[in-house]
């Protein structure tokens, strides 16, 4: 079982960046597609990128698609996603997860185990 801790949230200004990480122990971290999901109250959680295990595919959500970038380190056993030209509406908590294949990559249900979150919030 792999174990997720996000961090690297934080209030930043409309037009700023942000780095998330996303630090996993336990199994093998390298075999396991990674995404990125967020979640506002009220709605469901919404995909926002993800990364293939060793191919690195990446695949993102039209509406951060040129503005994120997502990767990993599978020697650190972390994966990042690169949070720039943020919006007001990128406000959201952020959760990284792991799943067993990147088929379904942008579904939350392809994956098994979630991190706690950590919370984004852009100023205007």
């Known amino acids: 079982q792999v174990q997720l801790v996000e961090s690297g949230g934080g209030l930043a200004q409309a037009g700023g960046s942000l780095r998330l990480s996303c630090a996993a122990s336990g199994r093998v971290f390298s075999s396991y597609t990674v995404g990125w999901f967020r979640q506002v109250p009220g709605k469901e959680r919404e995909f926002v990128a993800a990364i293939s295990p060793s191919t690195l595919r990446t695949y993102y959500a039209d509406s951060v698609k040129g503005r994120f970038t997502i990767s990993r380190d599978n020697a650190k056993n972390t994966v990042y996603l690169q949070m720039n030209s943020l919006k007001p509406e990128d406000t959201a908590v952020y959760y990284c997860?792991?799943?067993?294949?990147?088929?379904?990559?942008?579904?939350?249900?392809?994956?098994?185990?979630w991190g706690q979150g950590t919370q984004v919030t852009v100023s205007s």
């Open positions: 997860a792991t799943g067993s294949s990147y088929y379904g990559a942008n579904n939350r249900k392809s994956y098994d185990t």
